[in-house]
């Protein structure tokens, strides 16, 4: 069974602070994998994606992999209100794609 | 980015009828479609994985004689909920991949059952 694991939450951080997100998969296959938000009641959006071992930086948010642990993580650096949403995060290969249950953060100003 | 559209957004439907999702990819090609289904203040659900030209693969516990999928084209599947019950009520969400892996979602169908 390919299982995406994330912590349910509630994560509650206040605003201007880090919040860390993070996220471990069970498939050594798994090739890309991705963090998406979700507002309540919409699709989720992509916020970015990684293929590599290490670091990759967009903005406020920084996406982590480490492969060996089978880990990813999400960093999001200056949070703010309008962050509050739920984290999904999604581990891909070969037209597969399996999704984490999900993190709920609320923002706090 | 790559759109992907879903219609209807939203529907209305008695018990014991039939309801037709379709999703389309509208500026790629997308062999492969994924059905997700979402109840209130859950994750996504995977339902089922729908190949163009071929059958659909199901989730375990997703009964592929209610929820029929078509994928006739490369730019459209079609997820029908067959003698719809008011359990089956559900925010329904489609997505393709590019040849990145990259998902892009629908909108979503909001699908209510009474």
Request: net charge neutral.
């Amino acid at each position: 069974q390919k299982e995406v694991e994330q912590n349910s939450g509630p994560l509650s951080v206040p605003e201007g602070a880090i919040a860390s997100l993070n996220c471990t998969y069970s498939d050594r296959g798994s090739q890309s994998f991705f963090w998406y938000r979700q507002y309540s009641g919409k699709s989720p959006e992509l916020i970015m994606f990684i293929y590599s071992n290490g670091d990759k930086e967009d903005g406020r948010f920084t996406a982590q992999l480490n492969k060996a642990s089978q880990y990813v993580s999400l960093l999001i650096r200056d949070s703010q209100p309008s962050d509050s949403a739920t984290y999904l995060c999604a581990a891909g290969g070969n037209n597969d794609m399996r999704f984490g249950a999900g993190t709920r953060l609320t923002v706090k100003p | 980015g790559a759109v992907v559209s879903q219609h209807p957004s939203w529907v209305i439907c008695k018990s014991g009828t039939s309801v037709k999702i379709e999703c389309r990819s509208l500026d790629f090609q997308a062999t492969t479609m994924f059905w997700y289904r979402q109840f209130p203040k859950q994750s996504l659900m995977l339902m089922a994985t729908s190949n163009e030209g071929s059958k659909a693969t199901y989730e375990q516990g997703v009964e592929k004689d209610k929820f029929l999928i078509n994928h006739a084209s490369l730019t459209l599947s079609t997820l029908t909920v067959t003698s719809a019950h008011p359990e089956d009520s559900s925010f329904y969400i489609c997505s393709a991949p590019d040849r990145f892996y990259e998902q892009y979602f629908g909108p979503g169908t909001r699908l209510t059952v009474t």
